[in-house]
């Protein structure tokens, strides 16, 4: 049994859904692993991992209309208003998503469905360099 | 420390709460594993993971309904519309729920509550067979 | 490779933001792991787990503003109303929310973010004793 520990950095561009299922897998490949399980962690409390569609990009437009729609800036109730009027939404979004992800490992790769991409949702306005762990154990 | 991995499926019949807890206890319980963490992965984007109530039915009724009246069929603004009006809602109520559940193991059993089940969440309407990815690790 | 398992509990005032960070770092520092796994599993179905922002408490006020309205109590088409007002509300903000949270641990430490801290998201208007299970892995 072994463990492979790494950190993968994100640059976006303000609000958005990065996919990055390729350095997830860069990171599984180059260990020699056949069976395990894969963790990911966003060390942030304004954006979040997501696990969707990768065909049609439609699908990240309707995600980001619906969390806009769902959570807007500008509630009249929000006390949380020091660090700008995006900052409080995002908090929401992030705890209506998911912090971290558990994929499995199986014949030396994740074990994802034909269509699934793993992703970063950015839910700040402004550019941000985000910071994700990985964690790999298996044999 | 052994690891074991198993893919289970489950036939839904259209949107709903589906448990399978036993499926999940019998493969745990197949393993000679005291102490240990399993894991589940949901392989598609268009239904979820839920550990829920397992004593009054009509949670999972309320549940689906609370789901069917904050991302309904037929928002006006959704663009990906190409796979059927229930689609997108899907994908959003996928992203608001779990993709993957991790649950300790000890005694040779998961530490379930008294009343927490193991479910599946089709939000498609159309009957489809779902794949969940298993691991456990432990010893 | 080793393990470890605990369960903690909280016992909360009603509905609220708790949390309990430091009874997981002391779990995770007690034990001589450098790199691994940290899992933590909420054994209920009316309360969920969150990391969020430990630096401002509006933070955590607003949170609950925002549950509250989207999920308010007394929505009429409600049919699971035997436990109380506040029981199906609470099983809905929990599966909006995470039942379990995987987090790396490197150099000895779980691998959170500057402002990160561990919350239990009491969803319940009395006060609870909730357990919540802890596994670790590494060596």
Redesign the interface.
Known sequence: ?Q?S?E?VSIDTRGGGIYEFTNKVEQFVGSRSVD???L?L?V???SCSL????NA?P??K???Q??FA???PEG?D????T?EGPDD?PA??R???????????V?DGRM???T??GIYLFEHRRQPHRR?I???L???
């Not at 109730?77 to 949380?80: E, P, R, S, T």
């Not at 992030?94 to 499995?104: D, K, R, V």
């Open positions: 049994m463990q520990f950190t069976t395990g399980l963790t962690f060390r942030h409390t997501l696990v969707q569609e049609d439609d699908v437009t309707d995600l209309g619906f729609r769902l959570v509630m109730w929000i006390v949380h020091t409080m908090h929401i992030s705890a209506l998503t998911q912090t971290s992800l558990s994929i499995p199986a074990v994802l469905g269509w699934q910071s762990a990985m964690h154990i298996g044999d």
